[in-house]
Protein backbone atom coordinates (compact mmCIF):
# COMPACT_ATOMS: atom_id res chain seq x y z
CA UNK A 1 0.00 0.00 0.00
CA UNK A 2 1.21 3.56 -0.96
CA UNK A 3 1.94 5.63 1.79
CA UNK A 4 2.10 9.74 0.92
CA UNK A 5 3.55 11.91 3.60
CA UNK A 6 3.13 15.84 2.52
CA UNK A 7 4.73 18.57 4.89
CA UNK A 8 6.22 22.35 4.10
CA UNK A 9 3.13 24.18 4.12
CA UNK A 10 2.96 26.99 6.58
CA UNK A 11 1.98 30.63 6.87
CA UNK A 12 3.79 33.36 4.55
CA UNK A 13 3.41 36.84 3.16
CA UNK A 14 2.01 37.36 -0.02
CA UNK A 15 5.16 37.44 -2.16
CA UNK A 16 6.93 34.88 -0.21
CA UNK A 17 8.45 31.64 -0.96
CA UNK A 18 7.31 28.11 0.31
CA UNK A 19 8.76 24.24 -0.24
CA UNK A 20 6.20 21.48 0.07
CA UNK A 21 7.58 18.21 0.25
CA UNK A 22 5.55 14.79 -0.42
CA UNK A 23 7.05 11.19 0.61
CA UNK A 24 6.19 8.44 -1.45
CA UNK A 25 6.44 5.03 0.47
CA UNK A 26 5.69 1.42 -0.14
CA UNK A 27 5.76 0.70 -4.23
CA UNK A 28 8.26 1.67 -6.81
CA UNK A 29 8.07 5.57 -6.50
CA UNK A 30 9.08 5.75 -10.68
CA UNK A 31 6.01 3.66 -11.61
CA UNK A 32 3.71 6.64 -10.45
CA UNK A 33 2.89 9.42 -12.22
CA UNK A 34 3.00 12.65 -9.05
CA UNK A 35 1.09 15.50 -8.29
CA UNK A 36 -0.24 18.60 -5.99
CA UNK A 37 -3.71 19.67 -5.82
CA UNK A 38 -5.14 22.19 -3.97
CA UNK A 39 -8.46 22.74 -2.10
CA UNK A 40 -9.56 26.37 -0.48
CA UNK A 41 -12.47 26.89 1.76
CA UNK A 42 -16.03 26.36 0.02
CA UNK A 43 -14.21 25.50 -2.98
CA UNK A 44 -13.51 21.86 -4.78
CA UNK A 45 -10.16 20.41 -4.90
CA UNK A 46 -8.62 22.05 -8.06
CA UNK A 47 -5.01 20.64 -9.92
CA UNK A 48 -1.98 22.52 -9.60
CA UNK A 49 0.98 21.02 -11.02
CA UNK A 50 1.97 16.78 -12.31
CA UNK A 51 5.07 15.58 -13.55
CA UNK A 52 5.50 12.41 -15.30
CA UNK A 53 7.70 8.74 -13.64
CA UNK A 54 11.00 10.22 -15.15
CA UNK A 55 10.27 13.51 -14.60
CA UNK A 56 10.99 15.08 -18.35
CA UNK A 57 6.93 16.12 -18.50
CA UNK A 58 5.45 18.37 -16.48
CA UNK A 59 1.81 20.48 -15.98
CA UNK A 60 0.80 23.36 -14.41
CA UNK A 61 -2.41 25.28 -13.89
CA UNK A 62 -2.85 28.46 -15.42
CA UNK A 63 -3.13 30.41 -12.27
CA UNK A 64 0.36 28.89 -10.52
CA UNK A 65 2.42 28.41 -14.61
CA UNK A 66 5.62 30.74 -13.86
CA UNK A 67 5.17 30.82 -9.74
CA UNK A 68 5.37 26.88 -8.93
CA UNK A 69 7.79 24.02 -9.91
CA UNK A 70 7.44 20.97 -9.74
CA UNK A 71 10.09 17.85 -8.94
CA UNK A 72 10.92 15.14 -8.42
CA UNK A 73 14.06 12.35 -6.73
CA UNK A 74 13.65 9.32 -7.90
CA UNK A 75 17.25 8.20 -7.28
CA UNK A 76 17.32 8.61 -3.94
CA UNK A 77 14.50 10.16 -1.47
CA UNK A 78 11.64 8.97 -3.18
CA UNK A 79 10.17 12.70 -2.59
CA UNK A 80 8.36 15.09 -5.11
CA UNK A 81 8.92 18.82 -4.44
CA UNK A 82 6.54 21.79 -5.41
CA UNK A 83 8.59 25.05 -5.17
CA UNK A 84 6.36 28.10 -4.98
CA UNK A 85 7.42 31.64 -5.69
CA UNK A 86 5.42 34.83 -5.73
CA UNK A 87 2.12 33.07 -3.42
CA UNK A 88 -0.61 35.14 -3.51
CA UNK A 89 -3.54 35.21 -0.74
CA UNK A 90 -5.35 33.33 -3.44
CA UNK A 91 -3.05 30.34 -3.32
CA UNK A 92 -4.14 29.66 0.48
CA UNK A 93 -5.44 25.99 0.60
CA UNK A 94 -4.87 22.78 1.73
CA UNK A 95 -2.47 21.14 -0.70
CA UNK A 96 -2.57 17.72 -1.38
CA UNK A 97 -0.44 15.61 -3.04
CA UNK A 98 -1.31 12.53 -5.41
CA UNK A 99 -0.01 9.39 -7.23
CA UNK A 100 -1.76 7.75 -10.64
CA UNK A 101 -0.21 4.79 -11.86
CA UNK A 102 -2.24 5.22 -15.11
CA UNK A 103 0.19 8.62 -16.24
CA UNK A 104 0.68 12.10 -15.75
CA UNK A 105 -2.51 12.49 -17.81
CA UNK A 106 -5.20 10.90 -16.18
CA UNK A 107 -3.49 12.39 -12.81
CA UNK A 108 -4.23 15.52 -13.97
CA UNK A 109 -7.71 14.76 -14.42
CA UNK A 110 -7.45 14.19 -10.52
CA UNK A 111 -7.54 9.95 -11.41
CA UNK A 112 -5.36 9.15 -9.18
CA UNK A 113 -4.42 5.81 -6.96
CA UNK A 114 -3.18 7.44 -3.59
CA UNK A 115 -3.83 10.73 -1.94
CA UNK A 116 -2.02 11.89 0.78
CA UNK A 117 -3.58 13.73 4.05
CA UNK A 118 -2.84 17.62 3.13
CA UNK A 119 -0.59 20.19 3.94
CA UNK A 120 -1.94 23.64 4.86
CA UNK A 121 -0.31 26.70 2.94
CA UNK A 122 -1.74 30.49 3.97
CA UNK A 123 -0.58 33.65 2.39
CA UNK A 124 -1.23 36.66 4.36
CA UNK A 125 -1.76 39.83 2.26
Known amino acids: QVQLVESGGGLVQAGGSLRLFCGFSGRTFSNYAMGWFRQAPGKEREFVAAISWSGGTTFYADSVKGRFTISRDNANKNTVYLQMNGLKPEDTAVYYC?????????????????WGQGTQVTVSS
Open 98 to 114: AAGSRGVGPLRQGRSDY
